[in-house]
């Protein structure tokens, strides 16, 4: 299945910048097109799930890496 992979470094708070990295898996077939999965990121990086699992983390979203996945075997 086509997915998109998106990477979004992130910080401890009070720590040098790209302390870690926290990553979003989405299908393509929701989201067609790199801008609709740059927007779906930007909502879904400061929901509390999210803000959660990178136990706090800051994330850059200005430098995020949006990967696209063709899994045809």
Known sequence: MAHWTVEIPTRTP???????VQWFT???SAFPCRRDVVE?????????????????????VGAIRVVWHDDVL
Do not use: L, S
């Open 40 to 60: 779906k990121v930007r909502e879904d990086v400061d929901t509390e799930t999210a803000i959660r699992h990178r136990a706090g983390a800051v994330a850059d």
């Open 26 to 28: 989405y299908p393509a």
């Open 14 to 20: 009070g720590e040098q910048p790209r302390t870690g």
